[in-house]
């Protein structure tokens, strides 16, 4: 049996612009709690706090701690996943998939072939604001946010209306109008073509799903999916998953518990007889209190380091910050994964990161499946989310 610890740094809900929290970092510990516990004592014995936290430990000037106890697991770089979300990147990538590609849809034009998804949210984070200006695209992604967050009429229309004025934008160059009207006629069309059903509809599929709350901006369940997928394909013993007991998990656990179910239907793995990450086949899934849990201590400690060590990197990479030259030198060995914007990609990029129209059926096919999977065990289901302890689990 594996054990694996989830915890995360840079949460900010569905505030994707936070200016001081650009980056949303998930960090996995395969190891069990045991392990952990004499990992503290070898590290952290000083540290009096009953709860480690990267936070705290900064603070307190403990770097040297976690720079040694990094250390040791770069030794064993195979005990550590991380994936890191570039938070405003990820926000346009949500512009382009609640907007512009169910409008695209009702034309029958599926924008994940050949990439062209991936293309568009690039052009629109990376060359709109070169063209339009910076704070043009701030606001226009701020009342996106808003418009997701609110999900009413009012905050609808102060994100698309301003887009019809023909006075906004417009610059002198031409060329560059052109280009900026060609981006935002994709936007625009989500008005055009979908109307109030864009946000309408969201909180019904929701509720549909037995999730409470719509919440289109989540980052934090794709994000464990994928690492869960990836420990799958070098994990192939049992794996119980310790996540930290935040409100969206508790919110989305039932479906969490569909995706990673460890006995999908026959229809579903028939979908994905090649896939060697599937099924994921999580035998059980806790969300608990960190503070009983060093393992997801451990694990908040490689969240915070590697959140410090992309920030220096973003800033400058500043040699007088001694912490993060050493977190460079270290966290390199760890396998990343990530949601971040491509360094000038071509189109034969975007191509090979996009679908075939195959593999979009076949995705299409999945997601319906398993979504019906999910409803059949949803109706009637029910759950209970332990608050276990890890001197319980031990015994």
Not at 65 to 87: A, G, M, Q, Y
Not at 121 to 134: M, Q, R, T
Not at 286 to 305: C, H, M, P, R, T
Request: proline share 5%; aromatic share 12%.
């Amino acid at each position: 049996m594996s054990t694996i610890f989830i915890d995360e740094s840079g949460y900010t809900g569905e505030d994707l612009l936070n200016p001081d929290q650009p980056i949303f970092i998930l960090a996995s510990l395969c190891l069990s709690e045991s392990d952990c516990r004499e990992l503290r004592e070898r590290f952290f014995k000083k540290v009096k706090s009953p709860e480690l936290k990267h936070k705290r430990l900064v603070e307190n000037r403990r770097q040297g701690l976690i720079i040694d106890f990094l250390k040791e697991l770069s030794r064993t770089p195979n005990l550590v996943k991380l994936h890191i979300t570039h938070k405003r990147y990820a926000l346009v990538s949500k512009l382009v998939q609640w907007v512009v590609m169910p409008a695209a849809r009702k034309d029958d034009i599926d924008l994940r072939i050949n990439g062209r998804d991936i293309g568009l949210a690039y052009f629109i984070y990376h060359d709109l604001p070169e063209l339009a200006g910076k704070e043009f695209v701030e606001d226009l992604l701020k009342r996106f946010q808003r418009m997701m967050i609110d999900k009413d009429h009012q905050s609808y229309h102060l994100f698309f209306d301003p887009l019809f004025d023909e006075r906004y934008p417009q610059v002198s160059d031409k060329e560059h109008q052109s280009i900026i009207d060609y981006l935002l006629w994709h936007i625009k069309i989500g008005h055009t073509t979908l109307g109030y059903d864009l946000i309408d509809s969201l909180e019904a599929s929701s509720r549909s799903l037995g999730i409470p709350y719509s919440r289109p901006l989540d980052i934090t369940l794709q994000p464990a999916r994928e690492l869960m997928e990836n420990w799958r394909k070098d994990v192939t013993d049992e794996i119980i998953l310790y996540h930290d007991a935040s409100m969206r998990m508790v919110e989305v656990f039932p479906l969490w518990q569909t995706f990673i179910h460890p006995y999908p239907p026959p229809a579903l793995l028939q979908l994905n007889t090649n896939d060697p990450s599937y099924p994921v086949g999580i035998a059980a899934t806790y969300l608990v209190n960190s503070k009983d849990w060093v393992g997801l201590q451990l694990a908040d400690i490689l969240a915070g380091a590697t959140n410090w060590w992309i920030k220096w990197g973003e800033a400058g990479a500043n040699s007088a910050d001694k912490y993060g030259l050493e977190l460079n030198n270290i966290l390199q060995t760890f396998q990343k994964f990530a949601n971040w914007p491509p360094t000038n990609p071509t189109l034969e990029d975007f191509e090979e990161r996009g679908m075939t129209e195959e593999e979009a059926r076949l995705q299409d096919e999945y997601i319906e499946k398993i979504m019906a999977f999910h409803r059949i065990r949803a109706y009637g289901y029910s759950f209970v989310v332990k608050s276990l302890r890890s001197d319980e689990s031990e015994g």
